[in-house]
């Protein structure tokens, strides 16, 4: 192993990577305690915890710092997951969270110990919301860890609040899905990924299909993922 043994009286010794944090940071030491990422989720649409200072330590799956790595994007922070060893049997709560403008500069496949405020970030139109982690301390444990295992997400969802239980992790989707939104895809890349109805070769608007009123608005809004984009920057090139 590389590094100085973190000196641990009565419990095997531990060790942080040469010029790394040996845990006297706001988050302490890599492989002590921490709060679960399940449990900062929860259970429902916005977290328990907003409000309190919490430490996690997770994989990170998601990179999207400001810097000049060519996997980063530009939305100021990272996504960590929660181990596979570590995660709860309850599907109703993601085992990700969002890191938000953390100074350290991490990679995916890095484990990290954070250490931050949690909070609720709201869209303008308020229409959805991400649980984040701010005013961070990180700690970078080990590099090259096994990313955590994929969610499986399938299409339709009876609601779109549906799809809270797979944010910030790992999520693959058994299906074929097309693109149904090209304002934002040529000006951001973002990607708005749908599920055709039927056998339909693309997504048609939910009125050609059924009459208007609640039963298209539960077929738009059941057959659509949110938006995958990594930067702010208007139109990028490819």
């Known amino acids: 192993?590389?590094?100085?043994?973190?000196?641990?009286?009565?419990?095997?010794?531990?060790?942080?990577?040469?010029?790394?944090?040996?845990g006297g940071g706001d988050g302490g030491a890599c492989g002590e305690g921490a709060t679960l990422i399940h449990e900062v989720q929860g259970a429902g649409p916005a977290s328990p915890l907003v409000g309190s200072t919490?430490?996690?330590?997770?994989?990170?799956?998601?990179?999207?710092q400001n810097d000049d790595e060519p996997d980063d994007g530009d939305l100021d922070g990272f996504h960590v997951q929660e181990k596979d060893a570590d995660a709860d049997a309850d599907p109703a709560t993601s085992e990700g969270v969002f890191i938000f403008r953390a100074a350290e500069d991490v990679a995916v496949g890095d484990v990290v110990r954070v250490a931050g405020a949690v909070a609720?970030?709201?869209?303008?139109?308020?229409?959805?919301?991400?649980?984040?982690?701010?005013?961070?301390?990180?700690?970078?444990?080990?590099?090259?860890?096994p990313l955590p295992t994929p969610a499986s997400a399938e299409f339709p969802v009876d609601q779109r609040s549906d799809l809270e239980v797979y944010e910030g992790m790992r999520a693959i989707?058994?299906?074929?899905?097309?693109?149904?939104?090209?304002?934002?895809?040529?000006?951001?890349?973002?990607?708005?990924?749908?599920?055709?109805?039927?056998?339909?070769?693309?997504?048609?608007?939910?009125?050609?299909?059924?009459?208007?009123?609640?039963?298209?608005?539960?077929?738009q809004d059941g057959s659509r993922c949110a938006g995958s984009r990594s930067t702010t920057v208007e139109h990028p090139e490819p």
């Open 173 to 219: 989707v058994p299906q074929d899905l097309v693109i149904s939104e090209y304002f934002n895809y040529d000006r951001f890349g973002e990607i708005v990924l749908a599920l055709p109805f039927g056998d339909q070769d693309r997504l048609h608007q939910p009125t050609a299909v059924v009459e208007p009123g609640t039963g298209a608005n539960a077929l």
């Open 54 to 64: 919490v430490t996690v330590e997770g994989v990170v799956v998601g990179d999207f």
């Open 1 to 22: 192993m590389a590094g100085e043994a973190v000196n641990t009286p009565g419990t095997e010794n531990t060790t942080t990577p040469n010029g790394g944090d040996t």
């Open 120 to 145: 609720e970030f709201v869209t303008s139109g308020g229409a959805s919301s991400q649980t984040q982690l701010t005013n961070t301390t990180v700690q970078i444990c080990t590099s090259g860890a």
